[in-house]
Nanobody, 121 residues
Framework: QVQLVESGGGLVQPGGSLRLSCAAS????????MRWYRQAPGKQRELVAA???????NYADSVKGRFTISRDNAENMVYLEMNSLKPEDTAVYYC???????????????WGQGTQVTVSS
């Protein structure tokens, strides 16, 4: 069994900061890319940031310069540091990861359950 569990969401004022964490646990041999998505009410889920196993990153234009994705490969963790938050960042944030459960097996994408981020005064 593999689980991805997000934490760190909450209510923050505009201009504030939050740090999201996502822990992957279970029978995992290797993790390739890890990503953060978000979904606001009435909108499609969108990619926020991604990071490869080697540390290469990419970001949605709307968060460039404000958000930073990082990972700890030894702990199977991915983080999203969010600064200068805006009301339009309000959404449920999900992490996902492409991982192998056994050496040489197929890669599968797993999702977390999401954590709510609300930016409001």
């Amino acid at each position: 069994q593999v689980q991805l569990v997000e934490s760190g969401g909450g209510l923050v004022q505009p201009g504030g900061s939050l740090r999201l964490s996502c822990a992957a646990s279970g029978s995992i041999v290797s993790i390739a890319a890890m990503r953060w998505y978000r979904q606001a009410p009435g909108k499609q889920r969108e990619l926020v940031a991604a990071i490869t196993s080697g540390g290469s990153t990419n970001y949605a234009d709307s968060v460039k310069g404000r958000f930073t994705i990082s990972r700890d490969n030894a702990e199977n963790m991915v983080y999203l540091e969010m600064n200068s938050l805006k009301p339009e960042d309000t959404a449920v944030y999900y992490c996902n990861a492409d991982l192998q459960r056994r050496s040489g097996s197929s890669w599968f994408r797993y999702w977390g359950q999401g954590t709510q981020v609300t930016v409001s005064s």
